[in-house]
């Protein structure tokens, strides 16, 4: 781990959290209310998936947690054999345990960290990312999942991304921190907004979508598109 990260929270640190975290995982009202606009960017991304690849059979659902994104790509491609990856085995025996109820596909999980999966060429459709590419930490760390999930998807599936992110510009960057603490204490007070900012800054590296679309389209992704984006928060992808 590069020394800019050091004082950052190690991958076992980030897995006893989300071990701890199921039940208010489970349930998208209480589990997503720190993410801005989260049913909006689940339903987007979703739709932009079944849009793109409708006739879809293969799903990975990268940081599954309890599997919402997972459930709600069956309420609109029904019978996907679901991929479910997740660094917490709680969240994916509960991710399992929800989506098995909803599919007569297969459902694989996989509990690994996302920069360890070793996963076949040209195997899924459609690759989702809900709040999990922030805990990504060094430029080779984001090329080499990048990379990977770019190789794992068929020619013509598609890799949608609903994401804390930050700005290129630094102005931007204290505009928005100002916007989504004023949100946060409308949620919880001063402390709570401390509390969420506390352990953003511990947690997460995310990187701003400028970052993430030009590394895609590096890496050989057709297409790329932003759907929606709210202050440090949103919803964007590729085709391959």
């Known amino acids: 781990m590069s020394t800019q990260y050091a004082n950052k929270a190690t991958n076992d640190e980030i897995k006893t959290r989300f071990d701890q975290d199921v039940e208010r995982f489970s349930n998208l009202d ?14 987007l991304c979703t739709d932009a998936a079944k849009f793109i690849v409708p006739d879809a059979k293969e799903l990975l659902d990268i940081g599954c947690g309890a599997g919402n994104y997972t459930l709600k790509m069956l309420s609109k491609i029904p019978n996907l054999n679901c991929t479910l990856n997740d660094l917490s085995l709680p969240m994916l025996e ?9 599919t007569t596909g297969k459902v694989t999980t996989i509990q690994i960290d996302m920069r360890e ?25 984001w090329e080499h999942v990048f990379s990977k999930l770019y190789k794992a998807l068929k020619p013509g599936g598609c890799f949608w991304i ?27 007070g001063p402390e709570y907004r401390q509390k969420v900012f506390d352990y953003i800054a511990y947690e997460d590296t995310p990187r701003s979508i400028k970052y993430q679309l030009n590394l895609m389209q590096r890496i050989g992704f057709r297409d790329t598109e932003v759907l929606h984006k709210n202050l440090c928060f949103a919803a ?4 391959k």
């Open 30 to 43: 209480t589990g997503q209310l720190t993410t801005l606009d989260a049913p909006l960017t689940m339903e």
């Open 94 to 102: 509960r991710a399992k345990e929800r989506v098995s109820l909803e």
């Open 117 to 141: 999966l070793d996963l076949a060429d040209e195997q899924y459709d459609i690759i989702l990312a809900a709040a999990t590419l922030h805990h990504l930490r060094t430029d080779e760390d």
């Open 162 to 188: 609903s994401d804390l992110i930050v700005h290129d510009a630094e102005p931007l960057n204290n505009l928005f921190q100002k916007h989504y603490g004023d949100y946060l204490e409308t949620l919880g």
């Open 236 to 239: 964007f992808g590729g085709v």
